[in-house]
């Protein structure tokens, strides 16, 4: 959907697109350091993070660098959240402005709504002329559904039935086939499922920048039978893409219960009096899915596709 612009008698510029995936998903990528950093601004741009307390009055601080090495500094305060539906904050940094962003749920997709209030028409006049405001907050919003539908590739379970099973999933920051040929040798079995997938499989997506040459050899999922009939399944989560795998966010045991109320049971119980990371919701590629990380620190995946 076409920017908004009108910098003759308007102080405001706005932007909507449905993103195809669940409004859990979508609010965990704009309010969590860790995602935000890797999609936000311009195309080109990347962002160091010093501050993000997203409530109300919290603060947000953080420098884009420019492609062409230019730092921008910029800080915004928080004035409303209201989880998941709405955030409101103020650029306190020059040029200043108020932003409103909606996530209004429409069946499995969300339909995200950016408006930006600036001071003045001549204002905003200022900043398409020398920033390309307008087509920087398009480029932003393709950086988003891109980032998304990264994240939802790396959380899709490939599987080809409804039967019960368990097994451990594994993120890579780039060298998983390197790891499972490895396994193959240790343990003598054959990759089930479907084989080897590569990022390269995956079709084209409309506003999505296209793959490196390299990433494109990077495994998207992979299945590997071990002792008792227990399934290794990984994925490769390199930085390119937005991903930051570290000691302990790497893992996942991965249930895959033959009915939802099973599914359910188990996520309520071993969420409790831990940290939901994604609430049990059906997705669109037919899974009720969820992922938390219980009282002890173990983190587990939920993946159910019986109906």
Known sequence: MPVKTNTDTSRELSISRLIHAPRELVWEVWTDPEHIQHWWGPSGFKNSISKMNVQPE???????????????????????????????????????????????????????????????????????????????????????????????????????????????????????????????????????????QRFGNLPPQEGQPPLSEEDKKLILHIELPITGGHVLMASDAPESMGFKVNFGNNYYINLEPDTRTETKRLFDALSADGQVSMNLQDMFWGAYFGSCTDKFGVNWMFNCTAK
Do not use: C
């Open 58 to 196: 919290g603060e947000w601080e953080f420098i884009m660098h420019g492609p062409d090495g230019t730092d921008y500094k910029n800080k915004h305060v928080y004035k409303e959240i209201r989880k998941p539906e709405k955030i409101v904050m103020e650029h306190v940094t020059g040029p200043k402005f108020r932003m409103t962003v909606t996530f209004e749920e429409q069946g499995k997709n969300t339909l995200v709504h950016i408006h930006s209030l600036f001071e003045s028409a001549e204002q905003l006049k200022e900043v398409i002329k020398v920033f390309k405001a307008d087509e920087g907050m398009k480029q932003n919003v393709d950086r988003l559904e891109a980032y998304v539908k990264s994240q939802i590739h790396l959380r899709t379970q490939l599987k080809t039935n409804n039967m019960a099973r368990v097994s451990t999933y594994l993120n890579f920051p780039g060298n998983t086939e390197q790891a499972f040929l490895f396994y193959r040798s240790v343990f003598g079995s054959e990759f089930s499922g479907s084989g080897i």
